[in-house]
């Protein structure tokens, strides 16, 4: 089975919210939220400074305290993919995956369920890219399978130094920042 | 240095976390006032003491019924998607404390009704002349009353071990991330129910016995908090971040003041002085208990939310 992930080169991201404005038109994301948003990360001190420019979304992790947590089964892990994605006809609003994301990814739809990121499942099930992948203008995202060695995603991982958000809250993110 | 910009502004997601509002602390304080209630019932009936003139037991399960409607109806309050409640009794989910809840909330109704129904209020019984029936059935079987006892005690406890439990799985809030989260709340649903109980007590010599409960469940809760702070303190970075919320942080003030001192320290000296009749039995001291009770369920859902691995870089 497929465990899809993302590789986003920082070289090439100028933050330019084109992944942003992708996800929002194409998920119908409402005013006001975000299920995919831009961190500037600046380290160091003048004048030996860096920057990293991330586009940042739900991290699909291995471990899911979000799913975990949900007393309905609203989330859930989908076949395809291993993606991590809600049921909105069986989440209640209770909001604990909310509370249990580290990422602070999700939020509550004004429908009044928990959403977040779905990599666009609608799209690749169609073999479709997501859509914050297909319209980045510097083709800084990458997606894939991270269990298939000859994926583009994994062949990056193996060849780039990269690193994952946040790996010390332990829940295996599947998302890589190529450094 | 470091310094983070981000573009994301999700309503009750940042700057920080607030997406659990008043409901889920009110919930929180009063399922553990019921747990506690439930325990000093069940154990009044297992041990005899219900045999007594004015024993406060059959009080307790209309004032329990009623506080636990209170705290189901804030915690449907708080749900997003109202009308979809249902879902949480078409399946149970092993890993998640909230469906290990909605269970327990619904196991635990009918054990307080057995209790209730060994004396039912005058109001109900008035309309109900039936229920004197199971009630002398209840009182000719020893066993089952004791049962009525131990399943009280039973689901008191795991009630309140919950509401503990039910924030302390969450790894992604550091303050919750504690094992003492369960037996602070368990302790304290055990002291604000004592302190309630004593202050509505007709018995004296119950009124003392719980007075002298409750000392000791204050000075327990006492030794359960600082054990919270040393745990996180002791642990990781993000850990101690948030130790410091409550220590010195933003949350310091309200934690010190209307927690320790008000909830816990002053209330606990003069019902000490109280059982030592240095001075009368007073309800300001139960009513600083139940206050401090439910600041402190506020201020560690507040704080909760406000921990972060994030912010242990930034605080």
Same mark, same amino acid.
């Given at each position: ?11 090439k ?8 404005v ?13 299920r995919?948003w831009i ?6 001190k003048?004048p ?5 420019i991330?586009s ?10 979000c ?5 309905t089964?609203?989330s859930?892990i989908?076949? !395809?993919g ?14 604990a995956?909310?509370?249990?994301c ?10 009044g369920?928990?959403d977040?990121?779905?990599f ?17 203008p ?14 583009? !995603? ?18 295996s ?7 | 240095?470091q ?11 940042d ?6 509002g ?6 929180l ?5 019921v747990a ?12 005899? @003491? ?23 109806f804030s ?11 249902? @879902? ?8 998640s #404390? ?24 005058k ?19 020893p ?12 689901l008191g /406890?795991?009630? $309140?071990?919950?509401? %503990?439990?039910l924030?302390?799985?969450?790894g992604?809030? #550091?303050?919750?991330?504690s ?20 202050m509505i ?6 009124r ?9 469940f ?12 040393? /745990? ?11 130790a410091?919320?409550?220590?010195s $942080?933003?949350?310091? #003030? ?10 816990v ?5 003069i ?21 401090g %009770? ?5 201020i560690i859902?507040?704080? %909760? ?11």
């Amino acid at each position: 089975m497929a465990r899809f992930g993302m590789v986003i080169d920082t070289k090439k991201c100028v933050g330019c919210m084109d992944c942003v404005v992708a996800c929002k038109t194409e998920n119908n994301v409402p005013e006001g939220y975000n299920r995919d948003w831009i961190v500037t990360v600046t380290n160091g001190k003048f004048p030996d400074t860096t920057l990293e420019i991330q586009s940042q979304r739900c991290n699909h992790c291995d471990n899911t305290p979000c799913v975990s947590c949900c007393p309905t089964g609203a989330s859930h892990i989908h076949d !395809v993919g291993n993606v991590v994605l809600v049921d909105h006809e069986m989440c209640i609003g209770c909001k604990a995956c909310v509370a249990a994301c580290p990422y602070d990814a999700r939020f509550i739809h004004p429908d009044g369920y928990a959403d977040k990121c779905t990599f666009c499942i609608h799209r690749v099930e169609k073999g479709e890219l997501p859509a914050c992948v297909s319209v980045c203008p510097t083709h800084c995202m990458y997606f894939g399978d991270l269990d298939d060695p000859n994926s583009e !995603v994994s062949k990056l991982l193996a060849s780039r130094k990269n690193h994952p958000l946040m790996p010390e809250a332990g829940t295996s993110p599947r998302i890589f920042y190529l450094i | 240095m470091q310094e983070l910009t981000t573009t994301r502004h999700n309503l009750h997601i940042d700057p920080t976390m607030t997406v659990w509002g008043w409901e889920i602390p009110v919930y929180l304080f009063l399922g553990g006032l019921v747990a506690g209630m439930m325990i000093i019932s069940g154990y009044f009936i297992f041990s005899q @003491r219900y045999k007594k003139t004015n024993c406060v037991t059959y009080v307790l399960p209309i004032i329990s019924i009623v506080l636990l409607s209170i705290g189901m109806f804030s915690l449907f309050l708080d749900l997003e998607h109202k009308l979809y409640v249902w @879902r949480l009794y078409t399946t149970f989910r092993i890993t998640s #404390p909230m469906s290990w809840g909605a269970w327990i909330l619904i196991l635990v109704y009918p054990v307080i009704v057995a209790n209730l129904l060994m004396d039912p209020p005058k109001f109900i019984a008035n309309k109900f002349p039936q229920l004197q029936k199971v009630k002398d059935y209840i009182h000719q079987r020893p066993m089952l009353i004791k049962n009525i006892g131990v399943g009280n005690m039973l689901l008191g /406890g795991m009630l $309140g071990v919950y509401t %503990g439990v039910l924030l302390s799985t969450m790894g992604s809030r #550091p303050l919750w991330n504690s094992s003492m989260l369960w037996v602070l709340f368990l302790v304290s649903g055990l002291s604000t129910a004592a302190a309630f109980v004593h202050m509505i007590a007709a018995n004296v010599e119950e009124r003392e016995l719980l007075a002298k409960a409750d000392n000791g469940f204050l000075t327990i809760e006492l030794f359960v908090l600082a054990l919270l702070i040393i /745990g996180l303190s002791t642990s990781s970075a993000v850990h101690i971040s948030a130790a410091k919320l409550l220590v010195s $942080g933003i949350f310091a #003030p309200a934690f010190w003041v209307f927690v320790v001192g008000l909830g816990v320290v002053i209330p606990l000296i003069i019902q000490l002085n109280a059982v030592n009749h240095k001075i009368k039995h007073t309800p300001i001291a139960p009513i600083l208990v139940i206050i401090g %009770g439910l600041i402190l369920r506020f201020i560690i859902v507040q704080a %909760g939310q406000y921990s972060h691995y994030l912010n242990a870089h930034f605080k």
